[in-house]
Nanobody, 126 residues
Framework: QVQLVESGGGLVQAGGSLRLSCAAS????????TTWFRQAPGKEREGLSS????????NYADSVKGRFTISRDKAKDTVYLQMNNLKPEDTGVYYC???????????????????WGQGTPVTVSS
């Protein structure tokens, strides 16, 4: 059974930082593109950042460019999302999702990802 597990969420003050981790059981993340999504209360799930299988290519939503950084540690078989200068509007549940290939176009469409984690909550206080 495939399981993705996100960790690293929590409560942080505006302007602070968090690093989220995505790990997997049943699959090797080194062979999947991985994308971070966020679902804020009462809002639709939105794509934040995506990384290619090799880790050499990344995508970012306009709302997080310059603040968030996605990375891949192949030795640890883990994908990270470093979040800096957090804002209250960053509050939500953060999910990682995988796909068999990297999407250069329309990468933020949730329906094209095959595996999802249960999410880790992030709350940013003002």
């Amino acid at each position: 059974q495939v399981q993705l597990v996100e960790s690293g969420g929590g409560l942080v003050q505006a302007g602070g930082s968090l690093r989220l981790s995505c790990a997997a059981s049943g699959i090797d993340l080194n062979y999947y593109s991985t994308t971070w999504f966020r679902q804020a209360p009462g809002k639709e799930r939105e794509g934040l950042s995506s990384i290619s299988i090799s880790g050499t290519t990344t995508n970012y939503a306009d709302s997080v460019k310059g603040r968030f950084t996605i990375s891949r540690d192949k030795a640890k078989d883990t994908v990270y999302l470093q979040m800096n200068n957090l804002k209250p509007e960053d509050t939500g549940v953060y999910y990682c999702a995988t796909a068999d290939r990297f999407f250069r176009d329309k990468w933020s469409q949730a329906g094209q990802y095959n595996y999802w984690g249960q999410g880790t909550p992030v709350t940013v206080s003002s």
